[in-house]
C-alpha cells in the first residue's frame, strides 16, 4: 500500500531531492476559475448569495446566515459532558501555551533625543473559517480563537459550513459541537457559511437584508483557517482585499524513524493523518530498511479495520504518500528539511537532540510518546500549520498571526541634526533631492552641521 523510495547511495542536490519526495498536487490556480464568479457574485448579492451558494454546494439553505444566541445556548446545552470536558482542556491549554506568545512593546534609544519603538497592535477585526466538509473539527475552533483572543483582537467572527444532516433547532447550521466549543469559548459572532463564499464574506462585507433576515456584516481585515482548494483559491483571489494566514493544502505527516521506532506507532500515525482527507500526505523516513518493511506489514493489516478505510487507503496510495530510504539519519535530516512537512514525528533514539537539529517543520513532535494527534487537540500548540513544503518559510498560527508590529519614530531637533548630512548624502545618492529638501526645510534650507562639530 505503501510506495518505498530508496535513495540510498544517491546524491541529489536540494532541488532534485525537493522532487524527488512524495507530495499532495494541489491547482490552486485552476480554481480561480470557479471561486471568482462566486466572491463576484457575494459582493454584489450579499446574503441572497450567500444562502443560494450554501444551498448549492452544502445541499442545505441555513435559515439565517448568522447563528442565533439561543441556537448557540443549545449546542452547549446538549453537549456530551466528555466531550465538554475534553474541549474544555483544550481550550485550557492552547490558552496557556497562547498567552505566553504576547509581544511587549520595545523601545530602543538610538542616539540621544532619538528614539525607536516597536509598538505591537492587534488587527481590529478577524475572521476565522472552520472545515466541515468530510470531517468535523471543533478543535479547529479552538486553534483559531485562542491566539486572536490572546492578542487582543477586538471582534472576531467565527464560520462554518451549514450541515444538511443536522436536525431540530440545528438544522441548516454548522455541526453542533462547532457551534458548542464557539459558545464555550464565547464567540457569538457565527455563520453558516462555508467555502470560497465564506471568504468573500469576511473580504467584502455583507449589507443588512430585511428580506433574509440578515444584519449588516463588517468586512474582516485578516481571515484565518484551514479549507479546500477551493477557500485556498480564494484566499489567493482575495488577498489584497482582506490579509490571510496562509493557502493551506491537504494536511501532511511524515515520521523520522531509526529502527529503535515502533513499527505499530509509525504506522497507527501515517493512518491518522490519512485518515483526513484522500490527498493527506504520509511519509516515512527512515534508515532502516527492517523498519520499512514492517511498518508496510502494520499499515496493511490496520487499515481494513479502520473506520474510514476507504479514504486512508486512497491517500497512502497517493503520490502524496510513501516511504524513503535514506543511508542514515544525517541524510534522513536532510530529507525532512526538504520536505519541510506540516507535522514531523522524531522517532530515534535521543530523539530530542536530532529534532533540535531540524530547521524546516510546521511543528515536531519529539519520541514515542508525542504523537501528531496529540498535537492536534491537547498538547496546548496549533495545529493550524504550514502545508506543501511552505514550512521552510512559513509559520502556524500563533498570537503573532494577529499583531502588527508599528514603529514609532521620535527624534528631538539635535537628533535629526546630528544625522541630517548623511540622511541628504543619501537621499541625494538615490536621485530624490526631495527627501533631502524635507530635511533641511527643517533648518533654514541648508544642511545643518552635527551639534558639537566646529563652525
Known amino acids: 500500500m505503501l510506495s518505498i523510495d530508496d535513495l540510498r547511495g544517491r546524491v541529489l542536490d536540494a532541488r532534485a531531492l525537493r522532487d524527488a519526495l512524495p507530495r499532495a498536487e494541489l491547482d490552486v490556480e485552476a480554481a480561480l476559475d470557479v471561486v471568482r464568479p462566486i466572491c463576484d457574485d457575494v459582493r454584489h448579492r450579499g446574503a441572497q448569495a450567500l444562502l443560494e451558494l450554501g444551498e448549492r454546494f452544502d445541499g442545505v439553505r441555513p435559515p439565517r446566515l448568522r447563528v442565533r444566541a439561543e441556537v448557540l445556548a443549545a449546542s452547549v446545552e446538549r453537549l456530551d459532558p466528555d466531550v465538554r470536558a475534553a474541549l474544555e482542556v483544550s481550550i485550557e491549554r492552547a490558552r496557556r501555551v497562547h498567552r505566553a506568545q504576547r509581544r511587549e512593546d520595545v523601545t530602543t534609544q538610538v542616539v540621544p533625543g532619538g528614539t525607536v519603538t516597536e509598538r505591537w497592535v492587534p488587527v481590529e477585526r478577524v475572521g476565522l473559517y472552520v472545515p466541515g466538509g468530510l470531517a468535523v473539527y471543533p478543535s479547529s475552533v479552538v486553534m483559531n480563537v485562542v491566539p486572536a483572543q490572546e492578542a487582543g ?18 438544522a441548516g447550521y454548522p455541526h453542533p459541537t ?11 459572532e457565527v455563520y453558516a457559511v462555508g467555502g470560497a463564499q465564506a471568504v468573500a464574506m469576511f473580504a467584502y462585507g455583507v ?3 430585511d428580506a433574509t433576515g440578515t444584519p449588516a456584516i463588517e468586512p474582516a481585515d485578516l481571515v484565518t483557517g484551514p479549507g479546500n482548494v477551493y477557500v485556498a483559491s480564494a484566499k489567493r483571489l482575495l488577498q489584497g482585499v482582506i490579509g490571510i494566514d496562509a493557502e493551506a493544502g491537504p494536511t501532511e505527516i511524515a515520521v523520522l524513524a531509526d529502527d529503535s521506532a515502533d513499527p505499530e506507532h509509525v504506522a497507527a500515525d501515517l493512518i491518522s493523518q490519512a485518515e483526513h482527507d484522500p490527498l493527506a500526505g504520509s511519509v516515512l523516513v527512515t534508515d532502516s530498511e527492517e523498519l520499512a518493511r514492517a511498518v508496510v506489514a502494520a499499515v496493511e493489516r490496520r487499515v481494513p479495520e479502520t ?6 487507503r486512497t491517500a497512502l496510495t497517493g503520490t502524496q504518500s510513501g ?10 535530516v536532510r530529507v525532512v528539511d526538504a520536505y519541510a512537512a506540516e507535522h514531523l514525528e522524531v522517532q530515534t533514539r535521543d530523539a530530542a537532540a ?3 537539529r531540524i530547521r524546516n517543520a510546521g511543528a515536531i513532535f519529539v519520541g514515542p510518546y508525542a504523537p501528531v494527534s496529540l498535537g492536534d487537540y491537547a498538547a496546548g ?3 493550524v500549520l504550514p502545508t506543501g513544503g511552505s514550512a521552510a518559510y512559513a509559520s502556524g498560527l500563533s498570537v503573532q498571526s494577529f499583531l502588527r508590529g508599528i514603529h514609532v519614530v521620535d527624534y528631538s531637533e539635535a537628533a535629526l541634526r546630528d544625522v541630517a548630512r548623511h540622511v541628504v548624502t543619501l537621499a541625494q545618492s538615490e536621485d530624490l533631492p526631495g527627501h533631502g529638501q524635507a530635511i533641511t526645510a527643517r533648518f533654514g534650507n541648508e544642511v545643518p552641521a552635527p551639534a558639537g562639530a566646529r563652525a
Open 153 to 170: 483582537v477586538g471582534s472576531l467572527a467565527v464560520t462554518s459550513p451549514p450541515q444538511r444532516e443536522s436536525s431540530g433547532v440545528f
Open 178 to 188: 462547532i457551534l458548542a466549543a464557539c459558545a464555550l469559548l464565547g464567540v457569538d
Open 354 to 356: 536530532v529534532a533540535a
Open 381 to 383: 500548540s496549533n495545529h
Open 307 to 312: 473506520k474510514h478505510a476507504e479514504r486512508v
Open 207 to 209: 449589507a443588512a437584508d
Open 323 to 332: 516511504i524513503v530510504l535514506v543511508d542514515d539519519l544525517d541524510e534522513g
